[in-house]
């Protein structure tokens, strides 16, 4: 079996997966989030170890502890500072969906020279302007790193840290690609952005394949055990390699805290402004494969307010049987930006906003608003890729929705094929792994994770998208004031 380990935004999970492709065993353990002032979003990084620690004994637990591999995908953008040689972290790391970089990125003087070289907008959901903003604020921290005693990196880097006890330090391609300090034409760390957010070559970690082994895990560590490291990426370019869309045009959205849809563009960086990302989708025998990303920061998370802060559900699957409680929205538009508006429009002042309020307005119209807004939120983004689907791979928790399902079939005018298996990030950081210690072929893999339900068109629904369009120029324009 492969050992993946998910280490997601609010919790970690991990999964034994056969050789057969079958999901054997899965663990999950949540880990707070830390929110000290309005549009801070902070992590304990020793939180994030805990529970990975924890999902893991869940699986060895249930199944042993006979791994061939282990793989590794992670939240992406979030970046922490920990001790080179105890792996203690020394701050809290700074999360993606943290907004405080937003006057540090008013006061570079970048141009459009950043998008040329990374492929992302500057914005301060990537790390870069997180490091500069630590540095800038925590000078105990900052001189450590300048130092040495101290590195830098993504959730991937921690982890592996962790996992050999200090011995490697190491990203993958696909990881490197967020943090807006990576050069993706030449598959290197940027010297030009090195030097404009004042960050150290030597802080960062070594740019390596997102498939192979890159070190073994320290029994001391990891509960007795020395089980080879083999596989690498960020989580929503993990989903894409777990959809296997390994072809020019394959496309996935995967729905998790937040919406994250890629699509495969081969050997070529499509670096275009038109409010999308352009990123490593995986490197493999030094071979960089590419994908256009379009963020939508909220969209599960939407769901987790309704539930934790509205109240007007106890759990998250209650959403669909609340909004099948009416027949149509009853004229209410809900605008998730919740944590700032993505793409395509990167407005990280915008806040949430819900238009058609009546006296008649009900929890369920509220609930049906909130999954069309997960499906407008993803139509725009498809829009702004200018592309034509023949059809589109979905995963994450929320794409066991039924409902919401039907409603992005409908709004793309597009079949939308469910999997049998919606584990797609955890299951490619397995992939990646397996194929890292001679498991599987990639022709194999096409053959692991089969379609299980489809979503044909039923509906027109392009009034109710030109409503969406308009409530969102209203919500920027308040944003604006």
């Known amino acids: 079996m492969i050992l993946a380990i998910d280490a997601g935004t609010t919790g970690v999970t991990a999964l034994a997966v056969s050789s057969d492709g079958a999901i054997k065993a899965r663990g ?3 880990f707070p989030q830390h929110y000290p002032q309005p549009g801070f979003v902070e992590h304990d990084l020793n939180e994030i170890w805990s529970a990975t620690l924890a999902s893991v004994k869940q699986v060895f637990d249930q199944v042993g502890k006979d791994f061939q591999a282990i793989g590794i995908t992670n ?3 979030t970046v922490g500072v920990w001790d080179k040689r105890t792996t203690e972290p020394n701050c809290p790391a700074i999360v993606w969906q943290d907004r405080r970089t937003t006057e540090i990125l008013a006061e570079l003087d970048a141009g459009s020279g950043v998008q040329r070289i990374t492929g992302l907008p500057l ?3 990537f790390s870069a302007s997180k490091l500069r903003w630590i540095a800038k604020n925590d000078s105990t921290t900052w001189n450590k790193v300048i130092s040495g005693e101290s590195v830098v990196g993504t959730i991937d880097t921690f982890l592996i840290a962790k996992l050999t006890a200090g011995a ?8 490197a690609s967020r943090t807006q300090l990576f050069d993706i034409h030449s598959g290197s760390w940027s010297e030009e952005l090195l030097e ?5 070559a030597s802080a960062l970690a070594q740019v390596v394949d997102s498939s192979g082994v890159v070190g073994t895990s320290n029994p001391e560590a990891f ?5 080879p490291i083999a596989g690498i990426a960020g989580d929503q370019q993990a989903a894409l390699f777990g959809q296997t869309q390994f072809e020019v045009g394959g496309a996935k959205c995967t729905y998790g805290t937040g919406a994250f849809i890629l699509q495969n563009t081969g050997s070529v960086a499509l670096v275009q402004d038109n409010g999308l990302i352009t990123t490593v989708a995986w490197q493999l025998n030094n071979q960089i494969t590419y994908a256009n990303e379009g963020s939508v920061f909220v969209s599960g998370a939407a769901v987790q307010w309704l539930r934790d802060e509205l109240k007007i559900i106890s759990k998250a699957s209650e959403i669909e049987e609340l909004a099948l409680t009416v027949s149509d929205n009853g004229g209410v538009v809900f605008v998730p930006a919740l944590t700032g508006l993505g793409a395509p ?4 002042d915008a806040r949430g906003t819900v238009f058609g309020l009546t006296r008649g307005t009900e929890r369920g119209h509220l609930a049906r608003a909130t999954l069309e807004a ?12 200018n592309t034509t689907l023949s059809t589109l791979r979905v995963d994450g928790g929320a794409s066991a929705n039924n409902l919401l399902m039907q409603i992005q079939a409908d709004l793309l005018q597009t079949p939308i094929q469910r999997p049998k298996h919606l584990e797609s990030t955890g299951l490619g950081a397995a992939y990646l792994a397996g194929l890292g210690v001679g498991m599987w072929s990639i022709d194999q893999l096409k053959t692991l994770n089969p379609v299980d339900s489809q979503f044909q068109p039923q509906q027109n629904l392009t009034s109710d998208y030109l409503r969406w369009k308009n409530a969102v120029s209203a919500t920027i324009a308040f944003a604006n004031q």
């Open 28 to 30: 999950y353990q949540e």
């Open 75 to 77: 939240q992406r953008e």
């Open 123 to 125: 914005d301060p959901y």
């Open 168 to 175: 490697v330090h190491v990203t993958d391609a696909s990881n």
């Open 196 to 200: 404009l957010f004042e960050i150290p």
């Open 223 to 227: 509960f007795g055990l020395s089980i």
């Open 345 to 348: 429009y990167w407005i990280p």
């Open 374 to 385: 997960l499906a407008f939120q993803v139509r725009d983004v498809f829009d702004a890729m």
